[in-house]
């Protein structure tokens, strides 16, 4: 069965870095296109970044860009989310999923759809 595990969420200080991990089984992730998302309390689950199959790209919404990046680690089947410079806005329970279609323009995700191996999730929260 095809799935992800999420992992790595915490408690972090405002400013803080943290690292995520989401693996896969039961398929090859570096086929396929992968995107972190997010979900707030109380707030829609939204994509924050997405990383293309092969490692063609890499692709971010505005409000994390130049504070995220997306490693891929295909030997270990895993992608991670290092993020940096945490904001308030930032915590929620972050997921990993894989994506069928998007679109990207000027190097920002702009669109997507299709999701599919949801995990259930870690938590992530930003407080001094």
């Known amino acids: 069965q095809a799935q992800f595990v999420e992992s790595g969420g915490g408690l972090v200080q405002p400013g803080g870095s943290l690292r995520l991990s989401c693996a896969a089984s039961?398929?090859?992730?570096?086929?396929?296109?992968i995107g972190w998302f997010r979900q707030a309390p109380g707030k829609e689950r939204e994509g924050v970044a997405l990383i293309s199959s092969g490692d063609r790209g890499a692709y971010y919404i505005e409000s994390v860009k130049g504070r995220f990046t997306m490693p891929r680690n295909s030997a270990q089947n895993t992608v991670y989310r290092q993020m940096e410079t945490l904001k308030p806005e930032d915590p929620a329970v972050y997921y990993c999923?894989?994506?069928?279609?998007?679109?990207?323009?000027?190097?920002?995700?702009?669109?997507?759809?299709?999701?599919?191996?949801w995990g259930k999730g870690t938590l992530v929260t930003v407080s001094s």
């Open positions: 999923a894989k994506v069928t279609t998007w679109h990207a323009e000027g190097g920002l995700w702009t669109e997507y759809g299709g999701m599919d191996y």
């Open positions: 039961g398929f090859i992730l570096h086929y396929y296109d």
